[in-house]
């Protein structure tokens, strides 16, 4: 069965899991050939930590779950909010970041990088692992 590739649901396409959480690359130049952005449907069960992705910026719209996101401003001192569904947070370039959930259940993320490629760099992770399509 051929998929068309610009609808795309988060269980057709392979998963970064993470002891954090998992993310489903839903727009990516593999998966659909996107190429001046990527992004994808994050599921958080704890938070991640502070980091960057150089030359990329991010977009992160809360879907579900409420949490505490930090974005550090101009002068590199961290800006933390509390984010809750319908949150959009802009994270500009290179620009550190980390997001913690403080909600009972797992927070739903849908998250966006400009240029596409930043996230590749999770696979060098320690805790990376990928999880194929369900069948």
């Known amino acids: 069965m051929t998929r068309e590739r610009n609808f795309v649901y988060p269980k057709e396409v392979d998963t970064f899991a993470f002891d954090w959480g998992r993310l489903a690359l839903t727009v990516a ?3 659909n050939g996107a190429s001046r952005f990527s ?7 704890k938070g991640h930590a502070r980091h960057n992705h150089p030359g990329a910026e991010e977009i992160i719209f809360v879907i579900s779950g409420t949490g505490e996101q930090m974005v550090e401003d101009e002068e590199g001192n961290p800006v933390v909010r509390k984010v809750g569904p319908g949150c959009t947070v802009y994270v500009p370039e290179s620009r550190f970041h980390s997001t913690t959930n403080t909600g009972d259940g797992p927070m739903q993320l849908f998250v966006v990088y400009s240029p596409a490629g930043p996230e590749l760099a999770l696979r060098e992770l320690p805790d990376f692992r990928l999880v ?4």
Request: hydrophobic residues 45%.
């Open 29 to 31: 130049p593999e998966v």
């Open 39 to 45: 992004g994808g449907v994050v599921d958080l069960q």
């Open 132 to 135: 194929p399509p369900a069948a």
